[in-house]
């Protein structure tokens, strides 16, 4: 037999990649088959191919580089993805959750250290704290089962963030005591800190707004956005913390300008979930050695007294929060799954242990407790994730109620007529925002061209537009049709589209080419609204969608009787909810009453405001207080409506005039009746319309001549 232990471990890098992308691909395959959680089978492969376990792997600096990224990358995501408002709204549970999953798992380890294991004090001060903290390592399952903004799960990430600095607190004041650092270590050490949180809060949203705002590559901005989380990870490291509260302090800070469902989102976590997650947890899995625990002596002990006070202490803490917060016993399953895990901070404590010398030639950890924290390491893995699992799958089959959407027949399908490439993407980032991800029925983006001498010219133009918004869109995994439509009338070419795609409503861009028609609605606006009774959002933004800081809504009287008020009204609160800004209504208190019901019954975690305007004139008012990260949203009403009034037809004075320059956005909504009826394809309308004040203005002009 050949000897093959001379090729082992590899160290060609290319052999070290290729094998660590078939962990990464075979084993979720295999775990599946096996019922068994994803992660723990990327734990239990990097055992199996790490020096412990086969050789065939050694744990070099690719790992090390790597493991980093993806530690730094699980915290980033959790931060990125917290739902801000529940935090916010439940500021009181997560400190008693955060306090209690640190002090209960603290204590326990603390007086069971000194009392069974007999370890001096300092040693029992470190398993503390190592105990109080805990990795988010199962969080990759809740991302899958779609429950980042859970209560239970915005919970135990808050409160991970919590224990984890107090732990790493008490082991800068173990190693600043050691080092007889003094009052002084303390005081320079919490100077430090206020500042570097202070610059953080200031500089990220300042240099994130102006870089949005004047880049929109999407390979720019993702880089951009991986900057600042290591940027935040290494001043947080030079401070004398560690770098994963810093990268997630980044991605708390950059929460609202990233939004849930933005490509740019969708990039960062495949980017994680594919590569820098997985190397994380393969490398962790490569530190642990079981064959210690046949070595004999007092390991074993070691091992089941770390796991006891691993799990017992974080599930104790977790079950007790969800009585005293009168949660359902799911929920108390899923804190319990994500804040049993220990890892990162685990091992970074270690090796603080493991430098501070006691006495000549002993440390403050020996070898017996490295191994029985690796081990540890281990076991609270599997069963964070096996727990985590479980009350995930529980929760999404008994606990979430299914929406309204759900229970009626919703018939969203959102047509996006364009033209004009510095329109486009505003437009589908604005449409992304206001579907109903759950009915997953994508979006249908038109072209029309007119039916002369530069058709063909005009259709390429057209369909490599189209063919950039499939690609925008796909990177947001929403589904898209397209069409390229010839037509002698703009008008009627949306009208015919909207009716062979069965589409439900419009977004398109409100008219700004001033040089093709002087007009506010352009060639073809009117005509267009007034031929379908359908929901129609004209949209100009002056800023990328992600940096709007707040919604105002000008609501005119009796629009909560008109038929598409709930329509409008769920839309806006979407994409307020996505953008994580606030919506303040301007309308008559009766109208507010009725939106903060819908509001809190729907939406709760939207941040509404209501602020009562008893009529339409009071616009020019109004405008003063919109700055220029708001947009301002007109709903509006057509002839012969219930809500409709006069004073619309001064809307595109009042408009340029007062609003000029600000991010706009102008809803024709649902109402009752159907133009469409009437309109054939052998009968071609136009419906273009002039105000009685234009008419007034041209009658003055031609008596001045």
């Not at 903004?149 to 008490?170: E, N």
């Not at 004398?240 to 990233?258: D, Q, T, V, W, Y």
């Not at 806006?572 to 008559?588: K, S, T, Y």
Request: proline content about 4%; hydrophobic content about 50%.
């Amino acid at each position: 037999m050949p000897d093959l232990t001379q090729y082992f471990p590899i160290v060609e890098p290319t052999l070290i990649f290729f094998i660590v992308l078939c962990i990464i691909l075979l084993a979720p395959i295999i775990m599946g088959k096996l019922r068994i959680p994803h992660i723990i089978g990327m734990v239990l492969a990097g055992m199996l191919v790490g020096e412990y376990g086969l050789n065939i792997l050694k744990r070099d600096d690719s790992f090390e580089l790597f493991g980093k990224v993806g530690m730094f990358y699980i915290m980033f995501l959790a931060g990125l993805e917290m739902d801000l408002e529940s935090m916010r709204k439940s500021k009181n549970k997560f400190m008693i959750f955060g306090l209690m999953t640190a002090v209960i798992p603290f204590a326990i380890t603390y007086i069971l250290s000194i009392w069974m294991m007999r370890y001096d004090q300092m040693t029992s001060l470190l398993l503390g704290c190592i105990m109080a903290s805990n990795t988010l390592v199962a969080y990759p399952i809740i991302g899958r089962y779609g429950l980042q903004k859970h209560p239970a799960a915005a919970l135990s990430v808050g409160s991970t963030m919590i224990a984890l600095t107090l732990s790493l607190t008490v082991i800068a004041a173990i190693a600043g005591s050691h080092d007889g650092g003094g009052w002084t270590f303390w005081l320079l050490f919490l100077l430090k800190i206020c500042v570097f949180v202070g610059f953080l809060i200031g500089f990220i949203p300042l240099a994130s707004r102006w870089f949005l705002h004047r880049y929109s590559d999407a390979i720019m901005q993702f880089i951009f956005v991986l900057s600042l989380m290591f940027f935040s990870a290494a001043l947080a490291e030079l401070v004398g913390i560690e770098g994963i509260l810093g990268a997630f302090l980044s991605g708390l800070i950059l929460n609202r300008f990233i939004p849930r469902l933005s490509p740019l989102m969708n990039r960062i976590e495949f980017i994680g979930n594919a590569l820098f997650i997985p190397y994380f947890l393969i490398g962790v899995g490569m530190l642990i050695n079981v064959r210690v625990l046949f070595h004999g002596g007092g390991i074993i002990w070691v091992v089941l007294f770390m796991v006891f006070v691993g799990t017992f202490g974080k599930a104790l803490a977790a079950y007790l929060s969800c009585i005293r917060f009168k949660m359902p016993l799911s929920s108390g399953h899923l804190m319990c799954g994500l804040t049993t895990a220990h890892a990162a901070g685990a091992i970074a404590m270690v090796m603080v242990g493991m430098r501070l010398e006691t006495s000549p030639g002993h440390y403050l950890v020996d070898d017996n407790i490295l191994n029985g924290v690796i081990i540890m390491i281990l076991f609270t893995c599997v069963i964070s994730s096996v727990i985590t699992e479980r009350a995930a799958k529980q929760i999404v089959l008994n606990d979430s109620s299914p929406s309204q959407d759900d229970q009626i027949l919703d018939d969203e399908k959102i047509l996006l007529p364009v033209k004009y490439p510095e329109l486009a993407d505003g437009l589908l980032n604005v449409a992304i925002m206001m579907r109903n991800p759950k009915l997953n029925r994508g979006l249908v983006a038109l072209n029309i061209v007119y039916d002369d001498i530069n058709r063909h010219e005009n259709q390429e133009r057209g369909r490599r537009l189209l063919e950039r918004l499939v690609k925008d869109a796909s990177a947001a995994d929403v589904k898209m049709q397209t069409q390229v439509r010839i037509a002698a009338n703009i008008a009627n070419g949306i009208k015919h589209a909207f009716k062979e795609f069965d589409a439900s409503e419009i977004i398109m861009g409100l008219h700004i080419h001033k040089d093709i028609s002087p007009k506010f609605w352009g060639e073809f606006a009117q005509s267009l609204y007034n031929g379908l009774n359908r929901q129609i959002i004209f949209v100009r933004l002056r800023q990328p969608l992600n940096t709007l800081r707040c919604i105002n809504v000008a609501i005119p009287s009796r629009a909560e009787f008109e038929a598409g008020f709930t329509r409008w009204l769920e839309r806006l609160l979407r994409l307020a909810g996505n953008l994580d800004c606030r919506i303040i209504f301007h309308a008559r208190n009766e109208c507010n009453e009725i939106v903060r019901d819908y509001l809190q019954r729907r939406h709760p975690n939207v941040r509404g405001e209501f602020m009562s305007m008893e009529h339409w004139n009071e616009l020019p008012h109004l405008a003063s207080s919109i700055q220029d990260d708001n947009i301002m949203v007109f709903i509006t009403s057509r002839k012969g409506n219930i809500s409709y009034k006069t004073a619309f037809e001064k809307l595109p004075i009042e408009i340029e005039n007062y609003y000029s320059g600000k991010n706009l956005m102008i809803v024709f909504p649902d109402q009752y009746g159907d133009r469409m009826d009437s309109m054939t394809f052998a009968e071609p309308q136009h419906q273009e319309e002039k105000s009685a004040y234009q008419s007034i203005a041209d009658w003055i002009k031609k008596l001045k001549v």
